[in-house]
């Protein structure tokens, strides 16, 4: 129930909004004009509408924004383009992410420097096997003084969420971002709570450790937009980067201080708006969707993908579109993302998992495979 406050007193509900403003001259006695100059006299020109800017101009200032924001990003994360242009990808589609590669290789720290470029709020859940699902996502705590009981919520009540080691707490915890990652709310004590948006979820797990981690769910897997694999750093970017912390006052830590803060949330909500608008071709649709369907029948693999990737390759074909600031989708957008959409969506055939093979060479063969429209 709203109140009402002093700067907003109540009035009838047929009270007029504004009060005319009088002339003096018009109290003095004058001819009495025909009735069409009354309706002329009393009817205000109308109000000329604000020019908008053209289209072309806004994906121009959205397209320099996004790489303001990659460039400042590479100051941090040394040696890691692709991955930047992955991340940035996910936050212009709406997406999460779910990083993976051995430690050492930046992905705390790529998330760190993207929330120093943001002006939104930020929060780091550090998951560990006794982390509860309330830790997560909040819960009751009763006041002693109003002898109520008062929803405290979690860290996930955020604009980016990182979610650190995500594999080291067990399925009940995980299960607890299902909610949040696809419908962008969280039900406390029976009441769904929405979360801010823009919203965006940045996990990040360990691939070579087994002990004390839980894979994660199918479920939870499906909604992440992209997986990225970090890998390690070519010989002249690690010489740049060690160069670079050896001189750092902060041990073996790159430091995200000197990055610019460069997006806030309206800005990223807007950035996301502009994508979703590019122009997008049929035929580019239909590939998307083949490329999608191809992995439910592709030898070699037991389970294919769902609609979430087809959803996936034309979220993420717009955002690299509007990435390299072009005024359509082209195959090529599609096809640039399609391995980090697909490889947590399929599973290997236990033969082609006894031969040594990996996900991303199947699912390579099938993207040489496909055939791409030509516009």
């Given amino acids: 129930m709203s109140e009402q406050t002093p700067d907003q007193p109540g009035r009838p509900v047929d009270a007029p909004a504004t009060e005319l403003e009088l002339d003096p001259q018009a109290l003095e006695p004058t001819p009495a004009p025909a009735p069409a100059a009354i309706v002329g006299a009393l009817t205000p020109p109308p109000a000329p509408a604000p020019a908008a800017p053209p289209a072309n101009a806004q994906r121009q200032r959205a397209t320099q924004l996004a790489q303001a924001l990659r460039q400042e990003l ?23 992410v779910l990083l993976e590669g051995v430690p050492g290789l930046g992905k705390t720290l790529l998330v760190r420097a993207l929330a120093r470029c943001f002006g ?61 990652m696809q419908e962008r709310q969280v039900t406390l004590e029976g009441r769904a709570l929405a979360v801010a948006q823009p919203f965006m979820v940045l996990a990040t797990q360990n691939p070579i450790e087994q002990e004390g981690t839980y894979p994660l769910p199918e479920a939870e897997l499906d ?6 694999r970090m890998d390690y750093p070519q010989l002249d970017e690690e010489l740049t980067m060690v160069r670079q912390v050896s001189r750092s006052s902060r041990a073996d830590m790159l430091d995200v201080v000197p990055l610019r803060p460069l997006l806030q949330a309206k800005d990223v909500l807007a950035l996301q708006k502009i994508a979703s608008d590019l122009a997008l071709d049929e035929q580019v649709l239909d590939y998307a969707v083949r490329l999608a369907r191809a992995t439910r029948s592709w030898p070699g693999l037991a389970i294919g993908a769902g609609p979430r990737a087809s959803i996936a390759l034309v979220r993420g074909g717009r955002a690299r579109a509007l990435l390299r600031g072009g005024d359509f989708v082209t195959p090529d957008d599609v096809k640039g993302c399609a391995l980090a959409v697909l490889r947590h969506r399929v599973r290997l055939s236990p033969e082609l998992d006894i031969e040594g093979l990996s996900v991303d060479q199947v699912l390579q063969q099938l993207l040489d495979q496909v055939a791409a429209p030509r516009l």
């Fill in 223 to 228: 909604r992440f937009m992209l997986k990225l």
């Fill in 120 to 180: 939104g709020e930020f929060a780091r859940i550090q998951f560990t096997p006794d982390l509860m699902p309330s830790d997560v996502t909040g819960h009751a705590v009763y006041d002693l003084q109003s002898e109520q009981f008062k929803l405290r919520k979690g860290p996930v009540f955020t604009n980016l969420l990182l979610a650190d080691e995500i594999n080291r707490a067990p399925a009940k915890t995980q299960a607890a971002l299902l909610e949040v």
């Fill in 74 to 96: 590479q100051k941090a994360l040394i040696g890691q383009t692709a991955v930047i242009d992955d991340v940035l990808t996910a936050l212009l589609a709406g997406g999460h």
